[in-house]
């Protein structure tokens, strides 16, 4: 069942257009992404709707995490606010979510950016088992002592020395107007429970033959070499592409690099021969890692 999903609009005054559609990653919301989506909306003059997944921001908890039941969850904001065709990108679980509404309703997704990962199943480090690590020190962490987000940073330095990472994990925790204890704004349980199924990825026979844009950070590895034959086989026409200097995060580490690849994909053509002209260029230049 699909689930009503919490969302913001940036630019929504831009009607001409079909809207850009967000969505982020594993332990993310739609905050991680404000500050590019509106400079995505001010050069495409498009709005651009950021979504908080099931179980994540301020969305229902579900005990669902199927990719088919957070696409079907798009679906569902798209049905409520009549948009019938969306540019759609995601990243991380974010980007499997796209590539799964693009591959289950390819009528109503105009363009697809997927940012650093592929449909495939990972494993290893690639695999959820840093991701499962960091979830089971966040559900670790003593709610009912900590005091301030400045407490609750300390207390997770010790795990997670990264300070970049540990301003996104905390973004999460919700403090109280009362002074009670905090709490998680993510469903820590059902993530936890569902590592399996976030770190796979659906089968599918057909696949989505509009344009798609693949991008990678040169020093993340959720794009490799290993990975293109699946994005080839299910997004045939796919452009993959790398920031260099970016890591997993490239909203984060490069935003500047992203917005310009997003924005060039976007407004470089106006129909399919245009496309692929465009197709044969871009791979030209921006494909090597």
């Given at each position: 069942?699909?689930?009503?999903?919490?969302?913001s609009?940036v630019?929504?005054?831009?009607?001409?257009?079909?809207?850009?559609?967000?969505?982020?990653?594993?332990?993310?919301?739609?905050?991680?992404?404000?500050?590019?989506?509106?400079?995505?909306?001010?050069?495409?003059?498009?709005?651009?709707?950021?979504?908080?997944?099931?179980?994540?921001?301020?969305?229902?908890?579900?005990k669902?995490?199927?990719?088919?039941?957070?696409?079907?969850?798009?679906?569902?904001?798209w049905?409520?606010?009549?948009?019938?065709?969306?540019?759609?990108?995601?990243?991380?679980?974010?980007?499997?979510?796209?590539?799964?509404?693009?591959?289950?309703?390819?009528?109503?997704v105009?363009?697809?950016?997927?940012?650093d990962?592929?449909?495939?199943?990972?494993?290893?480090?690639?695999?959820?088992?840093?991701?499962?690590?960091?979830v089971?020190?966040?559900?670790?962490?003593p709610?009912?002592?900590?005091?301030?987000?400045?407490?609750?940073?300390?207390?997770?330095?010790?795990?997670?020395?990264?300070?970049?990472?540990?301003?996104?994990?905390?973004?999460?925790l919700?403090?109280s107007?009362?002074?009670?204890?905090?709490?998680?704004?993510?469903?820590?349980?059902?993530?936890?429970?569902?590592?399996?199924?976030?770190?796979?990825?659906?089968?599918?026979?057909?696949?989505?033959?509009?344009?798609?844009?693949?991008?990678?950070?040169?020093?993340?590895?959720?794009?490799?070499?290993?990975?293109?034959?699946?994005?080839?086989?299910?997004?045939?026409?796919?452009?993959?592409?790398?920031?260099?200097?970016?890591?997993?995060?490239p909203?984060?580490?490069?935003?500047?690099?992203?917005?310009?690849?997003?924005?060039?994909?976007?407004?470089?053509?106006?129909?399919?021969?245009?496309?692929f002209?465009?197709?044969?260029?871009?791979?030209?230049?921006?494909?090597?890692k």
């Amino acid at each position: 069942m699909a689930v009503k999903l919490a969302f913001s609009v940036v630019g929504g005054s831009f009607h001409s257009k079909p809207p850009v559609t967000i969505l982020h990653g594993l332990l993310g919301s739609q905050r991680n992404w404000r500050p590019l989506a509106g400079k995505i909306s001010d050069h495409l003059e498009r709005a651009v709707y950021i979504l908080d997944a099931r179980n994540h921001g301020d969305s229902p908890h579900s005990k669902d995490m199927s990719y088919e039941h957070m696409a079907k969850d798009v679906m569902r904001l798209w049905e409520d606010h009549g948009i019938r065709k969306s540019v759609l990108l995601g990243h991380s679980m974010g980007g499997k979510t796209a590539m799964v509404t693009s591959l289950l309703y390819p009528d109503l997704v105009e363009q697809l950016v997927v940012v650093d990962v592929a449909p495939t199943t990972y494993s290893g480090a690639l695999g959820g088992d840093s991701m499962d690590k960091l979830v089971s020190i966040l559900a670790g962490l003593p709610l009912a002592s900590i005091k301030s987000r400045a407490d609750a940073d300390e207390l997770l330095k010790v795990d997670v020395p990264v300070m970049t990472l540990r301003q996104f994990l905390l973004t999460n925790l919700v403090f109280s107007d009362r002074g009670s204890a905090p709490h998680w704004r993510v469903n820590l349980d059902v993530i936890k429970a569902s590592l399996d199924q976030v770190r796979g990825f659906p089968h599918f026979r057909e696949p989505f033959q509009g344009p798609a844009l693949f991008i990678g950070g040169s020093r993340s590895h959720y794009i490799s070499e290993q990975q293109i034959p699946d994005v080839k086989r299910l997004f045939p026409n796919a452009v993959i592409s790398y920031i260099q200097g970016a890591g997993h995060w490239p909203h984060y580490d490069e935003p500047a690099q992203l917005l310009k690849m997003v924005t060039d994909f976007c407004t470089k053509y106006t129909s399919n021969s245009n496309y692929f002209s465009y197709l044969i260029a871009y791979c030209d230049i921006h494909t090597m890692k």
